[in-house]
Protein backbone atom coordinates (compact mmCIF):
# COMPACT_ATOMS: atom_id res chain seq x y z
CA UNK A 1 0.00 0.00 0.00
CA UNK A 2 0.82 3.70 -0.26
CA UNK A 3 -0.02 6.85 1.27
CA UNK A 4 -2.82 8.67 0.33
CA UNK A 5 -5.37 6.05 -1.02
CA UNK A 6 -3.01 5.60 -4.05
CA UNK A 7 -3.91 2.34 -6.00
CA UNK A 8 -2.17 -1.17 -5.24
CA UNK A 9 -1.16 -3.49 -7.40
CA UNK A 10 -4.08 -5.84 -8.22
CA UNK A 11 -4.52 -9.23 -6.19
CA UNK A 12 -1.20 -8.31 -4.54
CA UNK A 13 0.73 -10.64 -1.39
CA UNK A 14 -1.29 -8.69 1.54
CA UNK A 15 -4.67 -9.25 0.08
CA UNK A 16 -4.30 -12.90 -0.22
CA UNK A 17 -3.10 -12.96 3.45
CA UNK A 18 -5.72 -10.93 4.23
CA UNK A 19 -8.50 -13.07 2.52
CA UNK A 20 -6.71 -16.47 3.93
CA UNK A 21 -6.60 -15.03 7.37
CA UNK A 22 -10.50 -14.29 6.92
CA UNK A 23 -10.95 -17.71 5.89
CA UNK A 24 -9.12 -18.87 9.36
CA UNK A 25 -12.47 -17.63 11.74
CA UNK A 26 -11.51 -17.23 15.74
CA UNK A 27 -13.53 -18.62 17.53
CA UNK A 28 -15.98 -15.46 18.11
CA UNK A 29 -16.48 -16.47 14.73
CA UNK A 30 -17.40 -19.69 14.34
CA UNK A 31 -20.84 -19.23 13.36
CA UNK A 32 -19.58 -17.53 9.94
CA UNK A 33 -16.83 -20.71 9.51
CA UNK A 34 -19.40 -23.15 9.82
CA UNK A 35 -21.70 -21.10 7.27
CA UNK A 36 -18.01 -21.46 4.69
CA UNK A 37 -17.30 -24.86 5.43
CA UNK A 38 -21.11 -25.96 4.29
CA UNK A 39 -20.60 -23.70 1.50
CA UNK A 40 -17.69 -25.30 0.48
CA UNK A 41 -19.26 -28.92 0.65
CA UNK A 42 -22.29 -28.04 -1.06
CA UNK A 43 -19.94 -26.98 -4.03
CA UNK A 44 -18.43 -30.38 -3.73
CA UNK A 45 -21.18 -32.14 -3.77
CA UNK A 46 -23.01 -30.58 -6.06
CA UNK A 47 -19.98 -31.17 -8.53
CA UNK A 48 -19.12 -34.57 -7.87
CA UNK A 49 -22.77 -35.50 -8.57
CA UNK A 50 -23.16 -33.59 -11.24
CA UNK A 51 -20.24 -35.71 -12.78
CA UNK A 52 -21.32 -38.99 -11.71
CA UNK A 53 -24.61 -38.57 -12.83
CA UNK A 54 -24.30 -36.87 -16.18
CA UNK A 55 -21.06 -39.41 -16.85
CA UNK A 56 -23.98 -42.35 -15.92
CA UNK A 57 -26.44 -40.94 -18.11
CA UNK A 58 -23.77 -40.77 -20.76
CA UNK A 59 -22.51 -44.13 -20.15
CA UNK A 60 -26.20 -45.29 -20.54
CA UNK A 61 -26.65 -44.21 -23.88
CA UNK A 62 -23.06 -45.03 -25.36
CA UNK A 63 -23.87 -48.70 -24.18
CA UNK A 64 -27.72 -48.78 -25.49
CA UNK A 65 -26.26 -47.01 -28.81
CA UNK A 66 -23.05 -49.85 -28.93
CA UNK A 67 -25.91 -52.74 -28.12
CA UNK A 68 -28.35 -51.31 -30.64
CA UNK A 69 -25.78 -50.69 -33.26
CA UNK A 70 -23.79 -54.00 -32.88
CA UNK A 71 -26.87 -56.16 -32.97
CA UNK A 72 -28.72 -54.13 -35.87
CA UNK A 73 -27.73 -52.72 -39.06
CA UNK A 74 -27.23 -49.27 -39.91
CA UNK A 75 -29.50 -48.57 -42.06
CA UNK A 76 -32.05 -51.13 -42.79
CA UNK A 77 -33.45 -51.74 -46.51
CA UNK A 78 -36.69 -53.39 -47.62
CA UNK A 79 -38.53 -54.11 -51.15
CA UNK A 80 -41.80 -52.91 -51.67
CA UNK A 81 -44.94 -54.49 -53.05
CA UNK A 82 -42.52 -57.55 -54.15
CA UNK A 83 -40.17 -60.60 -52.50
CA UNK A 84 -36.96 -59.11 -51.79
CA UNK A 85 -35.55 -62.37 -53.99
CA UNK A 86 -33.39 -59.98 -56.33
CA UNK A 87 -31.02 -59.36 -52.57
CA UNK A 88 -27.63 -60.59 -54.11
CA UNK A 89 -27.56 -58.46 -56.71
CA UNK A 90 -28.36 -55.36 -54.09
CA UNK A 91 -26.14 -56.56 -52.11
CA UNK A 92 -23.09 -56.78 -54.50
CA UNK A 93 -24.33 -53.20 -55.67
CA UNK A 94 -24.04 -51.68 -52.18
CA UNK A 95 -21.05 -53.21 -51.07
CA UNK A 96 -19.40 -51.70 -53.77
CA UNK A 97 -20.43 -47.96 -52.66
CA UNK A 98 -17.76 -46.21 -50.34
CA UNK A 99 -18.81 -46.13 -46.59
CA UNK A 100 -20.12 -49.66 -47.07
CA UNK A 101 -18.45 -52.50 -45.13
CA UNK A 102 -21.21 -55.15 -45.49
CA UNK A 103 -24.64 -56.04 -46.56
CA UNK A 104 -26.02 -58.77 -45.05
CA UNK A 105 -29.59 -60.29 -46.26
CA UNK A 106 -31.84 -61.29 -43.16
CA UNK A 107 -35.38 -63.17 -42.67
CA UNK A 108 -36.83 -61.94 -38.93
CA UNK A 109 -39.83 -63.88 -37.13
CA UNK A 110 -41.25 -64.42 -33.49
CA UNK A 111 -41.53 -67.98 -32.36
CA UNK A 112 -41.98 -69.90 -29.22
CA UNK A 113 -39.00 -72.15 -28.22
CA UNK A 114 -39.67 -74.52 -25.74
CA UNK A 115 -37.57 -77.60 -24.20
CA UNK A 116 -39.65 -80.15 -21.22
CA UNK A 117 -38.12 -77.71 -18.81
CA UNK A 118 -40.13 -74.03 -20.12
CA UNK A 119 -41.58 -72.66 -23.09
CA UNK A 120 -40.44 -68.88 -23.83
CA UNK A 121 -41.12 -66.38 -26.79
CA UNK A 122 -38.55 -65.83 -28.65
CA UNK A 123 -36.96 -63.28 -31.73
CA UNK A 124 -35.29 -65.57 -34.83
CA UNK A 125 -33.26 -63.54 -37.37
CA UNK A 126 -31.79 -65.94 -40.38
CA UNK A 127 -28.76 -64.47 -41.29
CA UNK A 128 -25.44 -66.60 -43.24
CA UNK A 129 -22.19 -67.56 -41.12
CA UNK A 130 -20.84 -64.59 -42.66
CA UNK A 131 -23.45 -62.34 -41.43
CA UNK A 132 -23.54 -63.33 -37.92
CA UNK A 133 -19.83 -63.00 -37.78
CA UNK A 134 -20.31 -59.46 -38.80
CA UNK A 135 -22.04 -58.80 -35.53
CA UNK A 136 -18.94 -58.72 -33.08
CA UNK A 137 -21.53 -57.94 -30.03
CA UNK A 138 -22.61 -61.71 -31.05
CA UNK A 139 -19.56 -63.00 -32.46
CA UNK A 140 -17.25 -61.67 -29.85
CA UNK A 141 -18.94 -62.84 -27.45
CA UNK A 142 -19.69 -66.70 -27.33
CA UNK A 143 -20.23 -68.44 -24.23
CA UNK A 144 -19.86 -71.86 -25.48
CA UNK A 145 -20.33 -73.65 -28.51
CA UNK A 146 -19.38 -72.37 -32.13
CA UNK A 147 -20.30 -70.18 -35.11
CA UNK A 148 -17.96 -72.06 -37.49
CA UNK A 149 -19.63 -73.62 -39.88
CA UNK A 150 -22.90 -72.13 -38.90
CA UNK A 151 -24.17 -72.23 -42.60
CA UNK A 152 -24.10 -75.60 -43.35
CA UNK A 153 -25.32 -77.09 -39.88
CA UNK A 154 -28.79 -77.43 -38.95
CA UNK A 155 -28.35 -75.85 -35.19
CA UNK A 156 -29.07 -72.16 -33.88
CA UNK A 157 -27.59 -69.51 -31.44
CA UNK A 158 -29.18 -68.22 -28.49
CA UNK A 159 -28.54 -65.94 -25.37
CA UNK A 160 -27.22 -66.94 -22.29
CA UNK A 161 -30.39 -65.88 -20.01
CA UNK A 162 -32.89 -67.91 -22.62
CA UNK A 163 -30.53 -71.01 -22.68
CA UNK A 164 -30.64 -70.93 -18.46
CA UNK A 165 -34.40 -70.32 -18.88
CA UNK A 166 -34.77 -73.18 -21.19
CA UNK A 167 -31.79 -75.34 -18.50
CA UNK A 168 -30.07 -75.96 -21.83
CA UNK A 169 -26.37 -75.92 -22.71
CA UNK A 170 -24.62 -75.80 -26.44
CA UNK A 171 -25.75 -79.53 -27.85
CA UNK A 172 -28.68 -79.88 -26.39
CA UNK A 173 -32.14 -79.69 -28.61
CA UNK A 174 -34.75 -77.30 -28.03
CA UNK A 175 -38.28 -77.26 -30.26
CA UNK A 176 -39.52 -73.94 -32.37
CA UNK A 177 -43.08 -73.48 -32.81
CA UNK A 178 -44.14 -70.85 -35.07
CA UNK A 179 -47.89 -70.20 -35.80
CA UNK A 180 -47.50 -69.15 -39.14
CA UNK A 181 -47.09 -72.95 -40.84
CA UNK A 182 -49.10 -75.22 -43.61
CA UNK A 183 -52.54 -73.92 -44.76
CA UNK A 184 -54.87 -76.46 -44.36
CA UNK A 185 -58.62 -77.43 -44.97
CA UNK A 186 -59.19 -76.87 -41.62
CA UNK A 187 -56.84 -73.36 -40.94
CA UNK A 188 -53.67 -72.25 -40.61
CA UNK A 189 -51.46 -75.59 -38.27
CA UNK A 190 -48.18 -74.57 -36.33
CA UNK A 191 -44.68 -75.01 -38.00
CA UNK A 192 -43.05 -77.52 -35.08
CA UNK A 193 -39.34 -77.98 -35.73
CA UNK A 194 -36.33 -79.36 -33.41
CA UNK A 195 -32.97 -77.67 -33.52
CA UNK A 196 -29.76 -78.18 -31.64
CA UNK A 197 -27.96 -75.48 -29.68
CA UNK A 198 -24.87 -74.88 -31.62
CA UNK A 199 -23.88 -71.84 -29.82
CA UNK A 200 -24.96 -69.80 -26.86
CA UNK A 201 -23.71 -66.01 -26.27
CA UNK A 202 -24.36 -63.19 -23.93
CA UNK A 203 -24.62 -59.49 -25.49
CA UNK A 204 -24.80 -57.95 -22.24
CA UNK A 205 -28.12 -56.38 -22.39
CA UNK A 206 -30.63 -58.83 -20.77
CA UNK A 207 -33.54 -58.24 -23.20
CA UNK A 208 -31.41 -59.47 -26.08
CA UNK A 209 -30.06 -62.23 -24.38
CA UNK A 210 -33.41 -63.16 -23.26
CA UNK A 211 -34.90 -63.13 -26.44
CA UNK A 212 -32.89 -63.45 -29.75
CA UNK A 213 -32.59 -66.16 -31.68
CA UNK A 214 -29.86 -66.97 -34.52
CA UNK A 215 -30.68 -69.53 -37.26
CA UNK A 216 -28.91 -70.22 -40.82
CA UNK A 217 -30.43 -68.30 -43.49
CA UNK A 218 -31.26 -71.58 -45.81
CA UNK A 219 -33.01 -73.15 -43.03
CA UNK A 220 -35.15 -69.61 -41.88
CA UNK A 221 -36.13 -69.27 -45.44
CA UNK A 222 -37.65 -72.80 -45.11
CA UNK A 223 -38.73 -72.18 -41.26
CA UNK A 224 -40.76 -69.46 -42.38
CA UNK A 225 -41.76 -70.13 -45.82
CA UNK A 226 -40.20 -67.48 -47.42
CA UNK A 227 -38.63 -69.53 -50.67
CA UNK A 228 -35.45 -67.74 -51.89
CA UNK A 229 -36.55 -64.52 -50.56
CA UNK A 230 -35.36 -62.28 -47.57
CA UNK A 231 -36.96 -59.71 -45.53
CA UNK A 232 -34.84 -57.06 -45.49
CA UNK A 233 -30.81 -56.42 -45.89
CA UNK A 234 -29.20 -54.76 -43.70
CA UNK A 235 -26.35 -52.47 -44.18
CA UNK A 236 -23.44 -51.68 -42.02
CA UNK A 237 -21.76 -48.20 -42.76
CA UNK A 238 -18.12 -47.03 -41.85
CA UNK A 239 -19.66 -43.93 -39.59
CA UNK A 240 -23.13 -44.04 -38.67
CA UNK A 241 -23.27 -40.70 -37.55
CA UNK A 242 -22.95 -39.65 -41.21
CA UNK A 243 -25.54 -41.81 -42.90
CA UNK A 244 -27.06 -38.90 -45.41
CA UNK A 245 -24.31 -39.53 -48.28
CA UNK A 246 -24.27 -43.33 -48.11
CA UNK A 247 -28.21 -43.35 -48.66
CA UNK A 248 -28.51 -41.35 -51.38
CA UNK A 249 -25.80 -42.98 -52.91
CA UNK A 250 -27.54 -46.78 -52.25
CA UNK A 251 -30.62 -44.88 -53.97
CA UNK A 252 -28.96 -44.35 -56.97
CA UNK A 253 -27.89 -48.32 -57.28
CA UNK A 254 -30.37 -49.48 -59.71
CA UNK A 255 -32.39 -51.48 -58.04
CA UNK A 256 -35.85 -50.37 -57.88
CA UNK A 257 -38.91 -50.06 -54.99
CA UNK A 258 -36.78 -50.64 -52.29
CA UNK A 259 -37.01 -49.12 -49.25
CA UNK A 260 -34.30 -47.22 -46.63
CA UNK A 261 -34.53 -46.56 -42.84
CA UNK A 262 -31.85 -45.97 -40.74
CA UNK A 263 -31.55 -46.60 -37.04
CA UNK A 264 -31.82 -43.29 -35.87
CA UNK A 265 -35.79 -43.20 -37.82
CA UNK A 266 -36.17 -46.92 -35.86
CA UNK A 267 -34.96 -45.58 -32.38
CA UNK A 268 -35.68 -41.54 -31.97
CA UNK A 269 -38.21 -41.76 -29.74
CA UNK A 270 -36.20 -44.02 -27.56
CA UNK A 271 -32.58 -41.89 -28.12
CA UNK A 272 -34.90 -38.93 -27.62
CA UNK A 273 -35.78 -39.90 -23.94
CA UNK A 274 -32.69 -40.31 -22.98
CA UNK A 275 -31.69 -37.08 -24.31
CA UNK A 276 -34.31 -35.40 -22.72
CA UNK A 277 -33.60 -36.79 -19.55
CA UNK A 278 -29.83 -36.31 -19.20
CA UNK A 279 -30.59 -32.25 -19.87
CA UNK A 280 -33.32 -32.43 -17.22
CA UNK A 281 -31.06 -34.03 -14.85
CA UNK A 282 -28.44 -31.77 -14.77
CA UNK A 283 -30.67 -28.47 -14.85
CA UNK A 284 -32.67 -30.14 -11.27
CA UNK A 285 -28.88 -30.97 -9.98
CA UNK A 286 -27.54 -27.82 -10.56
CA UNK A 287 -29.42 -26.06 -8.46
CA UNK A 288 -26.91 -28.02 -5.72
CA UNK A 289 -24.29 -25.83 -6.99
CA UNK A 290 -26.84 -22.38 -6.90
CA UNK A 291 -27.91 -23.63 -3.20
CA UNK A 292 -24.01 -23.51 -2.32
CA UNK A 293 -23.21 -20.60 -4.41
CA UNK A 294 -26.18 -18.52 -2.00
CA UNK A 295 -24.29 -20.31 1.20
CA UNK A 296 -20.97 -18.12 -0.07
CA UNK A 297 -23.42 -14.68 -0.12
CA UNK A 298 -24.94 -15.14 3.27
CA UNK A 299 -21.50 -16.20 4.60
CA UNK A 300 -19.79 -13.29 3.12
CA UNK A 301 -22.30 -10.46 4.17
CA UNK A 302 -21.83 -11.78 8.05
CA UNK A 303 -18.05 -11.67 7.29
CA UNK A 304 -18.18 -8.36 5.83
CA UNK A 305 -20.51 -6.86 8.78
CA UNK A 306 -18.56 -8.91 11.28
CA UNK A 307 -14.88 -7.20 9.97
CA UNK A 308 -16.62 -3.31 9.34
CA UNK A 309 -13.74 -2.10 12.47
CA UNK A 310 -11.29 -4.08 10.71
CA UNK A 311 -12.06 -2.69 6.76
CA UNK A 312 -12.34 1.12 8.64
CA UNK A 313 -8.70 0.88 9.79
CA UNK A 314 -7.43 -0.84 6.79
CA UNK A 315 -9.01 2.07 4.60
CA UNK A 316 -7.80 5.08 6.27
CA UNK A 317 -4.02 3.57 6.50
CA UNK A 318 -4.12 4.09 2.47
CA UNK A 319 -5.81 0.65 1.42
CA UNK A 320 -8.13 1.40 -1.39
CA UNK A 321 -11.60 0.20 -2.67
CA UNK A 322 -10.20 -2.20 -5.32
CA UNK A 323 -7.69 -3.61 -2.49
CA UNK A 324 -11.41 -4.37 -0.12
CA UNK A 325 -13.49 -5.75 -2.64
CA UNK A 326 -10.52 -8.13 -3.83
CA UNK A 327 -9.30 -9.12 -0.51
CA UNK A 328 -13.58 -10.70 -0.19
CA UNK A 329 -13.60 -11.49 -3.51
CA UNK A 330 -10.44 -14.10 -3.20
CA UNK A 331 -12.15 -14.88 0.19
CA UNK A 332 -15.39 -16.14 -0.94
CA UNK A 333 -13.88 -17.55 -4.43
CA UNK A 334 -11.47 -19.86 -2.58
CA UNK A 335 -14.42 -21.48 -1.15
CA UNK A 336 -15.39 -22.26 -4.34
CA UNK A 337 -12.78 -23.23 -6.33
CA UNK A 338 -11.33 -25.38 -4.26
CA UNK A 339 -14.62 -27.17 -3.53
CA UNK A 340 -15.25 -27.18 -7.42
CA UNK A 341 -11.33 -28.76 -7.92
CA UNK A 342 -12.24 -31.01 -4.68
CA UNK A 343 -15.80 -32.46 -6.38
CA UNK A 344 -14.85 -32.46 -9.62
CA UNK A 345 -11.72 -34.78 -8.27
CA UNK A 346 -14.18 -36.36 -6.39
CA UNK A 347 -16.72 -37.21 -9.30
CA UNK A 348 -13.93 -39.03 -11.36
CA UNK A 349 -12.41 -40.81 -9.01
CA UNK A 350 -16.18 -42.44 -8.24
CA UNK A 351 -17.17 -42.75 -11.59
CA UNK A 352 -13.60 -44.72 -12.30
CA UNK A 353 -14.75 -47.04 -9.77
CA UNK A 354 -18.38 -47.28 -9.82
CA UNK A 355 -19.09 -50.93 -10.22
CA UNK A 356 -16.91 -51.64 -7.84
CA UNK A 357 -18.82 -48.95 -5.56
CA UNK A 358 -21.98 -50.80 -6.78
CA UNK A 359 -20.95 -54.40 -5.71
CA UNK A 360 -20.15 -53.08 -2.04
CA UNK A 361 -22.74 -51.37 -1.72
CA UNK A 362 -25.26 -54.06 -2.72
CA UNK A 363 -22.76 -56.52 -0.39
CA UNK A 364 -23.17 -54.27 2.35
CA UNK A 365 -27.16 -54.13 2.08
CA UNK A 366 -27.50 -57.33 0.94
CA UNK A 367 -29.59 -55.56 -1.90
CA UNK A 368 -29.34 -56.53 -5.56
CA UNK A 369 -28.55 -52.89 -6.97
CA UNK A 370 -28.88 -52.26 -10.83
CA UNK A 371 -31.26 -55.47 -11.75
CA UNK A 372 -30.26 -56.41 -15.21
CA UNK A 373 -33.59 -57.43 -15.49
CA UNK A 374 -35.14 -54.04 -15.15
CA UNK A 375 -32.21 -51.43 -16.41
CA UNK A 376 -31.22 -53.82 -19.33
CA UNK A 377 -27.53 -54.02 -18.72
CA UNK A 378 -25.28 -56.27 -17.12
CA UNK A 379 -23.44 -53.15 -15.66
CA UNK A 380 -23.58 -50.03 -14.19
CA UNK A 381 -21.76 -47.79 -16.88
CA UNK A 382 -19.99 -44.38 -16.70
CA UNK A 383 -18.27 -42.58 -19.62
CA UNK A 384 -16.73 -39.48 -18.61
CA UNK A 385 -17.12 -37.20 -21.45
CA UNK A 386 -14.46 -33.93 -20.85
CA UNK A 387 -16.56 -31.32 -22.49
CA UNK A 388 -19.51 -32.22 -20.04
CA UNK A 389 -16.98 -31.86 -17.29
CA UNK A 390 -15.76 -28.91 -18.20
CA UNK A 391 -19.20 -27.50 -18.29
CA UNK A 392 -19.76 -28.49 -15.13
CA UNK A 393 -16.68 -27.17 -13.83
CA UNK A 394 -16.84 -24.13 -15.18
CA UNK A 395 -20.40 -23.30 -14.12
CA UNK A 396 -19.32 -23.77 -10.68
CA UNK A 397 -16.38 -21.68 -10.80
CA UNK A 398 -18.17 -18.95 -12.61
CA UNK A 399 -21.27 -19.07 -9.98
CA UNK A 400 -18.13 -19.28 -7.23
CA UNK A 401 -16.91 -15.59 -8.57
CA UNK A 402 -20.26 -14.23 -9.40
CA UNK A 403 -21.47 -15.19 -5.78
CA UNK A 404 -18.60 -12.88 -4.07
CA UNK A 405 -19.18 -9.60 -6.31
CA UNK A 406 -22.24 -8.63 -4.17
CA UNK A 407 -20.61 -8.92 -0.67
CA UNK A 408 -17.14 -7.73 -2.14
CA UNK A 409 -18.78 -4.41 -3.36
CA UNK A 410 -21.07 -4.01 -0.39
CA UNK A 411 -17.15 -4.22 1.83
CA UNK A 412 -15.63 -1.77 -0.67
CA UNK A 413 -18.38 0.71 -0.56
CA UNK A 414 -18.05 0.75 3.45
CA UNK A 415 -17.41 4.65 4.64
CA UNK A 416 -14.46 4.05 7.27
CA UNK A 417 -15.30 7.01 9.48
CA UNK A 418 -18.92 5.31 9.89
CA UNK A 419 -17.49 2.14 10.87
CA UNK A 420 -15.07 3.76 13.40
CA UNK A 421 -17.46 6.25 14.59
CA UNK A 422 -18.53 3.82 17.61
CA UNK A 423 -15.19 1.86 18.33
Not at 333 to 355: E, N, P, Q, R, Y
Request: glycine share 10%; hydrophobic share 50%; proline share 4%.
Amino acid sequence: MRAGGADTRPFAAFEWLLALRYLRARRKEGFISVIAGFSFLGILLGVATLIIVMSVMNGFRKELFNKILGLNGHVIVTKLGVDFDDYGEAARRFEAIAGVKQALPLIEGQAMVSTPAQALAGVVRGLTEDGVKALPLVAGNVRAGTLDGFDGQDGIAIGTRLANSLRVTAGDTVTLVSPRGATTPFGTAPRIKPYRVAAIFEMGMSEYDRTMIFMPLAEAQRYFGRGEAVDVLEVIVDDPENLTPVIADMKQAGIHNLHFSDWRQRNESFFTVLEVERNMMFIILSLIVVVAAFNIISGLIMLVKDKGRDIGILRTMGATKGAIMRVFLITGASIGVVGTIAGAILGIVFCWKIDEIRQFVAWLTNTRLFDPEIYYLTRLPADINPHTTAVIVGMALLLSVVATLYPSWRASRLDPVEALRYE
